[in-house]
């Protein structure tokens, strides 16, 4: 889907420009191929993203310079003095020459975190440059980051439709630099662009035809698994986006992300019946003398009427609180469900121990087929097999032999699991070993360890063979399928050791 980079001349000669018009549209990308049947449960109804070939046709996704890019206006992240040093601000700033820099000191000045100025784009292939700050990120204050960076891509249409553009590069905003997340920040993007183009065609005005979404190499993969979530490329695709968008994914009429400010919704409430699908649960009873006990009466009366406020709610103890409970239950539930459809498949398994006497769980990368199984069922049969092996240390072994794109679960789902998992899963998991590892594989575990489950990233050691293993366990421990054996066989050579040798 990502159209091939305008490399640098090797002779040192300035890039040719980049017409949109030799660029290719979403809407002239195929669709993903996906199985005809899928177990998975929907988050949504109906879909909240139907397919849409108009708004397809105005959707691009490159992987380039936006120097490069002959289009009416460009996205510049930065700071808010306008000055922030990284590569692609200094090659904004010295292709377009002094008079940028000039024009910024003497009239813009500054912009504001969430803000957009506007600039001439003087030697650049553009004609203007809409600068804009986006959020610094803090889990503590994830609601305003997350709020920040839609007001960011919001005011970039806004002020583009005000220019009465008609072609916008737009660039990736929120930055790794600020600690943002990459996937939640691309939900974010993608939603408000589709609700942006919508309530643009339904309005009938002339507006942007064309919204080339620059990446760069690292967020490439994201956007590319993103982008038919909110743009899906035919009918089949909307239905697989229904079961792959979060349950937060719709967010409001322009795109932006809805906090539920007064009531916090457990799923499977064990308090409450059984047959009730969702509850509201009543935190003072539950928590006693805690500060959710002392909230009382409306937020914004109190403030019209100059009440003290109650006191701030954390949103971690919040989320902490939501996913101990969601645990429990589906542990419950773990327990008494039939999970032989999931555990016969023999992906996920106890296989001995190691050389500490930790019990090793062997996870096989080709028989977990994503897109096909149910992953409701996936989660539950996780917890009834790891739940009494996390009581102390472990470690797992991870075969990502002979793998294809239908066994890579999605980043939300994995972000979900991760969440859901108690500490001990964290705190008692020694070791990770991925084996048979490919380019990937190391950027995800990379990406995945880096922004997502940080507490792990040490734990994880990429294997380029089975024998590798043989020094943290004996062979007559380690129990795997006869392909993974024989795949690196030929790749390594037969170099096993024998059970009881020593390393």
Known sequence: MVAGMNMEDPLGIAPSVVSVSDLKR??????????????????????????????????????????????????HSTNEFLNERNPISDRIFAKAGPELRQEIQTEVLECRTGEVRVTEAYNLPSRYILHTVGPNYNIKFQTAAENTL???????????????????????????????????????????????????????RKGLETIVLVVDSCDSGIYEVLVPLYFPRSVGEERIALLQLPSSGVGGPDGEPLFPDRQIRIIDNPQHHHHEESSVIDLSGTLGDSVFSQMQGDLDQQRLLGERPPPSIDPFLVREI???????????????????????????????????????????????????????????YLIYLLDPLVKSDYVIAYFHTLTSNQNYPSF??????????????????????????????KMMTWWFTTFMAPAIKQKVQSLSGVEFLYSVMSPDQLEIPAFITEYDMTINGIRYFQPGSTT
């Open 322 to 380: 939501h996913n101990k409970e969601r645990y429990e239950r589906l542990l419950r539930r773990a327990k008494t469900e039939d999970l032989s459809e999931v555990s016969g498949i023999g992906c996920l398994y106890q296989s001995g121990v190691d050389r500490f006497g930790r019990p090793v769980i062997v996870f096989v990368g080709k028989w977990f087929r994503f897109k096909e199984i149910n992953l409701d069922k996936a989660l539950l």
């Open 26 to 75: 979403l809407s002239q990308s195929a669709p993903a191929h996906h199985p005809a049947q899928c177990n998975m449960n929907n988050n949504h109804p109906l879909s909240p993203f139907p397919f849409n070939p108009s708004l397809n046709d105005k959707i691009v996704l490159w992987e380039g310079d936006i120097t490069t890019l002959q289009v009416d206006g460009i996205v």
């Open 150 to 204: 839609h007001f960011c891509y919001r005011n970039v249409l806004l002020k583009a439709r005000e220019k009465k553009l008609s072609s916008l590069g737009l660039c990736v905003i929120n930055s790794v630099r600020r600690n943002y997340p990459p996937d939640e920040g691309a939900h974010i993007a993608l939603r408000t662009i589709r609700r942006f183009l919508e309530q643009q065609e339904n309005s009938g």
């Open 412 to 441: 939300t789902w994995l972000r979900e699991v991760y969440n859901i998992l108690p500490y001990k899963y964290k705190k008692n998991l020694k070791a990770f070993y991925v084996v048979h590892p490919t380019f990937w594989t």
